[in-house]
């Protein structure tokens, strides 16, 4: 089958854009594994499909999935990406924008200077939401918050939509990532396994943070990664309410209220080329 696809990066976590409301989307997890193989296909983290909304208050639907066919549950560059796309292929002509995902509503706001604002809809720390098991461990409480230790790290754990374990780090450079982000990856106190987030505190309105993403491994920059950890470092007290944050590939801005107020996350989002594949 002939499918006609759009390349897409957010501060370099790089998309392949399906557009469903032109074109039938049905592909196989085989089809995208090779759609989203850097060898054998285009290449990308994750695989984003925009969708007709059936609910009268949302102009679309928006789906994702990792780079190995698995569905997941949210991606913050990949939204950014996704209203980059319906504005500019003229899908709406409206500069914010409603979308359901699995399981989130986000707003989306396409800012002058052509970055994207996104409401990411609020932090859960409920573990049932995660899942994370943390049956017979004792956590550290630092301001009141919990870090549980596992695979040998103090280990921050929220829900952004989809699950994230974050640490501190003294040096985001020299952190194992390679190695221990697949272990916490795959660590049997996450069922449904979880994306590892590394983060240096460089002053109380900036870090830098590296994220070994779940099924797509450690790539330049995770939008959920990124609220996940500046979350964290408010509730521990390390962080102030608006952060920069610098990834490898890019630099996004994080914004937190706390409680059940919605993170915002500000950041570029960029159109890289149009192609057809035939899978
Ligand atoms: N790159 C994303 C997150 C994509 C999904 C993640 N790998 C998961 O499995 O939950 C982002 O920008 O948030």
Redesign the pocket.
Same mark, same amino acid.
């Given at each position: 089958m002939r499918l006609r696809f759009t390349k897409m990066q957010?501060a370099g976590?790089d998309f392949v854009v399906i557009d469903a409301t032109r074109q039938p989307f049905a592909l196989t997890p085989e089809q995208m594994r090779r759609l989203g193989d850097r060898r054998f296909g285009v290449g990308c983290?994750?695989i984003l499909v925009i969708e007709p909304s059936n609910d009268a208050g949302a102009d679309f639907r928006y789906r994702?999935f990792?780079n190995t066919g698995?569905e997941?549950?949210?991606?913050? !560059?990949?939204?950014r990406c996704f209203v980059r796309y319906v504005v500019d292929a003229g899908l709406t002509d409206k500069r914010e924008v409603v979308v359901d995902t699995m399981n989130r509503r986000l707003r989306l706001q396409l800012q002058d200077d052509g970055r994207v604002t996104v409401d990411m809809g609020a932090p859960v720390f409920d573990h049932a939401a995660l899942p994370f098991d943390a049956s017979g461990l004792t956590p550290r409480y630092v301001n009141g918050f919990e870090l549980w230790p596992v695979q040998g790290v103090e280990l921050a754990v929220l829900s952004?939509g !989809?699950?994230?374990a974050v640490q501190r780090v003294d040096d985001v450079e020299t952190a194992p990532v390679a190695t221990l982000g697949p272990a916490i990856e795959h660590d049997a106190r996450f069922p449904r396994?979880?994306?590892a987030g590394f983060m240096q505190v460089l002053a109380r309105d900036r870090i830098a943070l590296r994220?070994f993403?779940?099924?797509?491994g450690e790539?330049l920059?995770?939008?959920?990664?990124?609220?996940a950890a500046v979350v964290a470092g408010i509730r521990l007290g390390w962080l102030d309410a608006a952060v920069e944050v610098q990834t490898r590939g890019g630099q996004l801005r994080i914004e937190w209220a706390g409680g059940a107020s919605p993170v915002r996350m500000t950041g570029p989002a960029t159109r890289v080329f149009d192609g057809e594949i035939t899978l």
């Open positions: 957010g976590n983290d994750q994702i990792n698995a997941v549950e949210h991606c913050g !560059n990949g939204s952004m !989809n699950p994230h396994r979880v994306n994220v993403e779940r099924d797509a790539t920059a995770c939008g959920t990664g990124a609220c």
